[in-house]
C-alpha cells in the first residue's frame, strides 16, 4: 500500500484557495506537476501548497516516486480542474515529472492511490479523468503523449488489478481473452484456467480472475552449469523488440537490472515486471556463478548507480536520491565516466 504523508494545510491558507468543503468526491483528476526541474518532488509541492500557492490553484495529493503527500483532506472543494463542476465533485492528484525521479514509480504510486479512493468513496473507473476532460489543457502531458514510456491506458490498466489474500486479481475488460491476459502475466491458458476453475475459454467484461498464481515453492528447472540461474541479476538489452509472449518491449524496460524467478529453455521470468524475456534478449550474468551486472561501459549506454556507492570521482558525497537509479554515459575514462543527466563523474565500479 502506499505510504500517504499529511501536510494539511493551514485554515487561512485554505480559505484562499478553495470553496471549503462539501466535496461530493464523483470523480477523481489525474494532472501532472509539469515542474521538471530536480527535487520537484511530492514533499516539495506540498511544502508550496502549505505556505500559501502563489497562483489561486489547491489540489489533494501530490504523488512522486517515493508516496503520496496529502494537502487537504477530501472534503475540501480545491481549485485544480478549471471547471468549477469537476472542482466541487472531485479529488485532485498531481503527479510528479521532476527529471530527478522515476516517472514510471510515481504513475504506478498514483494508480494505488487512486484505487484506494475509488474503493473508500465508491467512484466507477469511468470517473478517474484527466485534467484535459475539464478543461481542455493537456494534462497529464506525458501520461497523454506516451512520451515517458507509459500511457494513458497503461495508468487505466493499473486501476483493473486488484490485491487478494492470495495474489492479485484481474477483472476481465471487454475485448479481453483468456490468451491474452495469461500472456500479460506470464502464464499459459490452461495454468489460468485451473488457477480459476474455469471449464471453457468463456469470460465475461467484469469477471475476476486470479493471476500471478504463487509459484515460490513450485521446483524449479534445472539448469545446466553454464546457464542462467534463478536468483540472478540481468538486464534487459536496449536492442530487444519483443517479450517472449510477443508483446512488444517499452523504452523504459530496456537497461534495467531485475531478478531471474523461473527459468526455461529458452527465456526467463523477471520478477520486478513479470514478464517472460528470450535469453537471447538480456545480458549482464556470467554463466552458472553468483550474478555478474557490469555493465557496458560505452558512451550511450544505460547504467545505474550502486546504493552502496558512496562519492563521486570528484569527490564530494553522493546523495541518496542519485543512487539506484539509470543515467546515460556521456564520457568514458580509464576509471570513470560522465552521466549526462546529473552530469557528474562516478566511478566505474559504483554503476550496475
Known amino acids: 500500500m502506499v505510504k500517504i504523508i499529511k501536510c494539511l494545510v493551514p485554515e487561512h491558507v485554505a480559505k484562499k484557495v478553495t470553496y471549503g468543503k462539501g466535496n461530493t468526491k464523483k470523480y477523481i483528476v489525474i494532472h501532472e506537476t509539469a515542474n521538471l526541474n530536480k527535487g520537484a518532488n511530492a514533499e516539495r509541492h506540498a511544502l508550496l501548497q502549505y505556505n500559501g500557492n502563489s497562483r489561486a490553484a489547491s489540489w489533494h495529493y501530490t504523488v512522486d516516486d517515493q508516496g503520496v503527500y496529502q494537502s487537504f483532506e477530501d472534503d475540501f472543494q480545491c ?19 521532476n527529471s530527478d525521479g522515476d516517472f514510471k514509480k510515481a504513475v504506478e504510486n498514483a494508480a494505488e492511490l487512486t484505487k484506494m479512493l475509488m474503493v473508500k468513496y465508491k467512484i466507477p473507473k469511468k470517473n478517474v479523468i484527466q485534467h484535459y476532460k475539464t478543461s481542455g489543457k493537456d494534462c497529464p502531458k506525458f501520461l497523454r503523449n506516451g512520451s515517458k514510456g507509459i500511457t494513458w491506458n497503461n ?16 477483472v476481465v475488460k471487454k475485448g479481453d481473452t483468456l490468451w491474452g491476459i495469461s500472456r500479460k502475466y506470464g502464464m499459459t491458458v490452461e495454468e489460468l ?5 474455469l471449464k471453457s475459454d468463456l469470460i ?8 500471478r498464481k504463487n509459484q515460490a515453492k513450485a521446483s ?14 540481468v538486464r ?4 530487444a523488440k519483443k517479450y517472449a509472449t510477443g508483446e512488444n518491449i517499452p523504452n523504459w524496460v530496456k537497461g534495467k537490472t531485475y531478478t531471474v524467478q523461473q527459468v526455461k529453455s529458452d527465456r526467463v521470468l523477471l520478477k520486478e515486471i513479470v514478464s517472460w524475456v528470450k535469453k537471447s534478449d538480456i545480458e549482464g550474468y556470467s554463466g552458472g556463478n553468483a550474478a555478474k551486472t557490469t555493465p557496458v561501459i560505452k558512451v550511450g549506454e544505460k547504467v545505474k548507480i550502486k546504493k ?21 554515459i556521456q564520457q568514458v575514462k580509464s576509471d570513470r565516466i560522465l552521466l549526462k543527466e546529473i552530469m557528474s563523474w562516478v566511478y566505474k565500479k559504483d554503476v550496475e
Not at 159 to 165: A, C, M
Not at 220 to 233: E, L, R, W
Open 193 to 197: 484456467k485451473s488457477l480459476n476453475g
Open 204 to 211: 465475461h467484461p467484469g469477471d475476476k480472475l486470479k493471476v
Open 155 to 170: 495508468f487505466l490498466a493499473m486501476l483493473d488489478v486488484q490485491k487478494s489474500g492470495n495474489g492479485d486479481v484481474y
Open 308 to 328: 552502496s556507492a558512496q562519492k563521486y570521482a570528484t569527490g564530494q558525497n553522493i546523495p541518496s536520491w542519485v543512487k539506484g537509479r539509470t543515467y546515460t
Open 79 to 97: 481549485w485544480h480542474a478549471g471547471n468549477a463542476y469537476y472542482n466541487k465533485n472531485g479529488i485532485g492528484i498531481e503527479i510528479c515529472v
Open 236 to 239: 534487459i538489452k536496449q536492442n
Open 220 to 233: 524449479q528447472p534445472k539448469t545446466s552449469g553454464n546457464d542462467i540461474k534463478v536468483g540472478q541479476k
